[in-house]
Structures are given as structure tokens and as C-alpha cells.
């Protein structure tokens, strides 16, 4: 089946450490992107990626890293520089057509919690 | 700039009742895209709609609705006769003409239809 994967389902950090959350999809999307969600608020995007081995910053982007070596995955780094990691991570993607035409579709989400 | 403001924190209704969800948004774009996605209580988003900014008819599908209103800048959801599975947080969303393929989402409505 045609999907998002994001692992792990649940993440514990201690402060001071880097930690990866994985995304991966078999939709053959070109676009793909990093949202985090805090209680109560809408979904922030923090990078975004139009093709490979290209990225951009989103909204939020310090103390976040990504990278694109593959079409199908795009790994999102959480560095000790996030002030406030603890959150729900979100993976999407979607086809690179006319701008804003593509409906993103959505991973699972990653939960992380610093201790 | 690009803004979706859901004026509505929380909905509550008793199953088979009626429930409508604000959307409001804010862009300078002439050609912008909207979207309604679902949120379950398991986390991940479900497109449910995209509408273009040419295409004002209101459209239904099965107990959903959607009524797009350029002139008020709003693109409004109902729930006809809902259903306990109809309880989840709802989010609206706009992409703009960039050629970035980024959504601007709101707050989301969180709504629960009780038995």
C-alpha cells in the first residue's frame, strides 16, 4: 500500500541531545514536509523540500536540520539548539504540479518529549 | 501574508445535530487553494476537500458540505446529522500561487458529538 511512515510513534530525548525522526513515503511525491503541532495550536511548518538534495526553511526552522539524498525520505534532525522540542511532529507530501494544487497527505506523526 | 484564522475553539453537539465550522482567511494571492483536513484522536491529518479560488460552488459530499464565499473570504465546513466518528480536531488550510506548495493552516476547531 501507497503511504507515509514515521517512526518512531513515540520519542524520548534528554535535553542536550541531537535525535532523528524518520519519514518516508512510496507515494513517488517530489515535495515532502516537517510541521510540528503543539497542544491547542495549528500546525507549524518547519522545512520543506521540492526535490531532492533541495530544502527550504519553513516558519520555524532553528534548531531543526533536514536533508534529501533520496526521493523517498526525509529525515528531520531536533538539535540540542531547540529550545522547546517536546511536541507532535508531522510528515507530508505531495505531488510538485501548479503551485498549491496538490493535496498534502500526512504521516502518522511522531510524538517527542524531552525529559 | 497568509492567514487562516477558525474562530471556533471547541464545538460540542449531541449525535445528529448540525455543526458548522468557521474558516476566515487573509492573502493577496489572486489564485490560492483551500483545504479542510481531519485530525482523529489517533494524529494523523485526512484531506477531506480542496477548493480553488475560481471555483466558488459549494459542494457535498455524503454528510459533509463546504460553502466558499469569496467576498467574505471564507470557505465554511458542516457536518449534516453527526456521528461519534465525526469527533476529531478540523484544520483549514490555504497554499498561495508561490510555487512553494506550503499550506498556512488555522488553530483547528476541535469537535465532539457526544451519544
Known amino acids: 500500500d501507497g503511504g507515509i511512515t514515521q517512526s518512531p510513534k513515540y520519542l524520548f530525548r534528554k535535553e542536550g541531545q541531537n535525535v532523528t525522526l524518520s519519514c518516508e513515503q512510496n507515494l513517488n511525491h517530489d515535495a515532502m514536509y516537517w510541521y510540528r503541532q503543539d497542544p491547542g495550536q495549528g500546525l507549524r511548518l518547519i522545512y520543506y523540500?521540492?526535490?531532492?538534495?533541495?530544502?527550504q526553511k519553513g516558519d520555524i526552522a532553528e534548531g531543526y536540520s533536514v536533508s534529501r539524498e533520496k526521493k523517498e525520505s526525509f529525515p528531520l534532525t531536533v538539535t540540542s539548539a531547540q529550545k522547546n522540542p517536546t511536541a507532535f511532529y508531522l510528515c507530508a507530501s505531495s505531488i510538485r504540479g501548479l503551485a498549491g494544487e496538490g493535496e498534502q497527505f500526512f504521516g502518522p506523526g511522531t510524538r517527542l518529549t524531552v525529559l | 501574508a497568509q492567514k487562516v484564522t477558525q474562530a471556533q475553539t471547541e464545538i460540542s453537539v449531541v449525535e445528529k445535530e448540525d455543526v458548522t465550522l468557521d474558516c476566515v482567511y487573509e492573502t493577496r494571492d489572486t489564485t490560492y487553494y483551500l483545504f479542510w483536513y481531519k485530525q482523529p484522536p489517533s494524529g494523523e491529518l485526512v484531506f477531506l476537500i480542496r477548493r480553488n479560488s475560481f471555483d466558488e460552488q459549494n459542494e457535498i459530499s455524503g454528510r459533509y458540505s463546504w460553502n466558499f464565499q469569496k467576498s467574505t473570504s471564507s470557505f465554511n465546513f458542516t457536518i449534516t446529522a453527526s456521528q461519534v466518528v465525526d469527533s476529531a480536531v478540523y484544520f483549514c488550510a490555504l497554499s498561495g500561487q508561490g510555487g512553494d506548495y506550503k499550506l498556512s493552516f488555522g488553530a483547528g476547531t476541535t469537535v465532539t458529538v457526544r451519544a
Open positions: 523540500s521540492q526535490i531532492v538534495n533541495d530544502f
